[in-house]
Structures are given as structure tokens and as C-alpha cells.
């Protein structure tokens, strides 16, 4: 019975640390994705911050020079399409980043039930180690009761025999 308990607190250690290894797993995932987002985050910031450098150009060249305005405003709004396009591109790698952290976080909350229940299973293991040790105990006491009852019948045997 001794090597049964030990199996089951050996199990039940084993189980702990499935559950921590796949908790510290799923909040590295989380960290990852959070990463990535605020990565996509200040790539669009930077592409804003140059649309807007971009437009504030537009402006100064149609006020120094009317006749390279046309040429310039072209040039400017084939570079807004590729922000544009670079500003799209980022608000994309942002929604995934944001959806990735989402399913890393609900994988978290998952891993984190699995360990609230693999923390249950060996609270009720524990409990019923107790009960064995109680039980156990209860019956080394009857055990000296029915000894010290035996012994007692053997004198009085002694003594009226």
C-alpha cells in the first residue's frame, strides 16, 4: 500500500508539472504574440508619421513651385498608394497579432482551468491519503485494544483456573 501512495504522489507530482510547464508554455505564447502586436502596432506608427511627412511635402512644393507641382504631386501619390498600401499591411498584421494574443490567451485560461483541475485531483488524492493514514492509525489502535484485551483474558483465565 506504501508503494501505491508513493506511485500516486509520484503521479500526482508528475501531473503538477505537466500543468506548470504547459501554463509557462502558454504565457510565453502570450508574451510572443503581445510582442508581435506592439511590433505591428509601432510599424504603423511609423508609416503614419511618414504619410504625414509625405503630405506636409505635397504642400510645400505646390507653394514653391507651381509648374513642378503636377509632377510632384504624381510622384506623391503614387508614394501615398504605397503607404496606403504599407498602412493596410500593417493594420492586417496588427488584427492577426490581436487575434493570435486572443487564442494564446484563451489557450492560457484553458491550460490554467486544466491546472485548477490537475490541483483538484491531488487535493483529493491528498485527502484520501489522509484518510488511509487515519484509518491506518484506528486500526493499530484496535489492534493494542484487542491485545491488551487478550492479555487481560489470559490472567483472569490464569487466575480462575
Known amino acids: 500500500m506504501s508503494d501505491v501512495l508513493q506511485q500516486l504522489a509520484r503521479v500526482r507530482e508528475a501531473r503538477k508539472l505537466a500543468a ?3 501554463a509557462q508554455k502558454q504565457a510565453a505564447l502570450v508574451a510572443q504574440a503581445a510582442a508581435q502586436e506592439a511590433a505591428a502596432r509601432q510599424g504603423l506608427q511609423r508609416v503614419v508619421s511618414a504619410r504625414s511627412a509625405h503630405d506636409a511635402a505635397i504642400e510645400r512644393a505646390v507653394r514653391d513651385d507651381a509648374r513642378s507641382a503636377v509632377l510632384l ?7 501615398r498608394l504605397a503607404l496606403d498600401r504599407a498602412i493596410l499591411d500593417a493594420h492586417r498584421q496588427s488584427a492577426h497579432a490581436g487575434a493570435a494574443l486572443a487564442a494564446e490567451q ?3 485560461m484553458q491550460a490554467q482551468q486544466r491546472v485548477a483541475r ?3 485531483r491531488c487535493e483529493a488524492v491528498a485527502r484520501a491519503e489522509e484518510r488511509v ?4 492509525r484506528r486500526a493499530q489502535a484496535w489492534q493494542e485494544e484487542d491485545a491488551a484485551l487478550e492479555a487481560q483474558l489470559a490472567r483472569s483465565t490464569v487466575i480462575t483456573g
Open 118 to 120: 490537475a490541483n483538484a
Open 20 to 22: 506548470l510547464a504547459r
Open 106 to 108: 484563451a489557450a492560457q
Open 73 to 79: 504631386l504624381c510622384e506623391a501619390n503614387a508614394a
Open 133 to 136: 493514514a487515519a484509518a491506518q
